[in-house]
């Protein structure tokens, strides 16, 4: 099966400062790999995603990248603002025995943004 | 419509109650997933439905007992659970293809008295 590391487990940063999360996986037939926010009490909301075949993707203050030959990919939020304190969870996908097609989630970082 | 809803938000139960979760999509998704989430921990695959078949069933024991009536609604029912399955309950939705974006629901918190 699939195995997802994510550091750090905590992360403070001032406001205006940038996050960066990290996150590797052990399966290299894992092709898709979305992040997800989550707020206290919340749902987890897909924030961005990436698929194998690309190695870069950016919306807004959001970017993701991927390597796949280090099987490690990375959430870096610029401009942070004290509403991006939540519970960030990066996520691998892969295709079970069964046909079906199974996330993986990392242990998340807590994210707190500092005013 | 791009929700997944799921009723009760809250329940409260005994460990001698039978009780249901329900879930339900209606963006035509053929694959349903029901997920545990711990404090402080990330969501743990319970169960996968795949066009209304069970695939994926993560060793989960059989007091809870998943059912899929039809593509649109999966319920997951309840009995004789242990304080320890106090937790909140996610399902999702998507596609049946890779890469497809997982939808949450709200969830319910379950709490086993």
């Known amino acids: 099966g699939e195995n997802v590391e994510q550091h750090p487990s905590t992360l403070s940063v001032q406001e205006g400062d940038s996050a960066v999360i990290k996150c590797t996986y052990s399966d290299s037939a894992s092709n898709y790999f979305p992040w997800y926010k989550q707020e206290l009490g919340k749902r987890p909301q897909l924030i961005i995603d990436?698929?194998?075949?690309?190695g870069e993707k950016k919306d807004q203050r959001i970017a993701v990248t991927l390597n796949k030959t280090a099987k490690h990919f990375s959430l870096h939020i610029t401009e942070t603002q004290p509403e991006d304190s939540a519970v960030y969870f990066c996520?691998?996908?892969?295709?079970?025995?069964?046909?079906?097609?199974?996330?993986?989630f990392g242990k998340g970082t807590k994210l707190s943004v500092i005013p | 419509d791009t929700e997944v809803t799921q009723t009760p938000k809250h329940l409260v139960m005994g460990m001698t109650n039978k009780k249901s979760l329900k879930c339900e999509q209606h963006?035509?998704?053929?694959?349903m997933y029901w997920y545990k989430q711990k404090a402080k921990k990330p969501p743990e695959l319970m169960f996968v439905?795949?066009?209304?078949?069970?695939?994926i069933n993560e060793s989960v024991p059989s007091r809870f007992s998943p059912e899929c009536p039809n593509s649109s609604l999966l319920n997951l029912h309840l009995h004789a659970l242990q304080p320890e399955d106090s937790a909140l309950y996610l399902c999702?939705?998507?596609?049946?293809?890779?890469?497809?974006?997982?939808?949450f629901g709200p969830g319910t918190r379950l709490t086993v008295t």
């Open positions: 999702a939705s998507s596609q049946v293809a890779r890469g497809a974006e997982q939808y």
């Open positions: 996520a691998a996908l892969l295709i079970s025995g069964a046909g079906s097609y199974q996330l993986t």
């Open positions: 439905y795949s066009y209304e078949k069970l695939s």
């Open positions: 963006m035509g998704h053929r694959a």
């Open positions: 990436i698929r194998s075949n690309v």
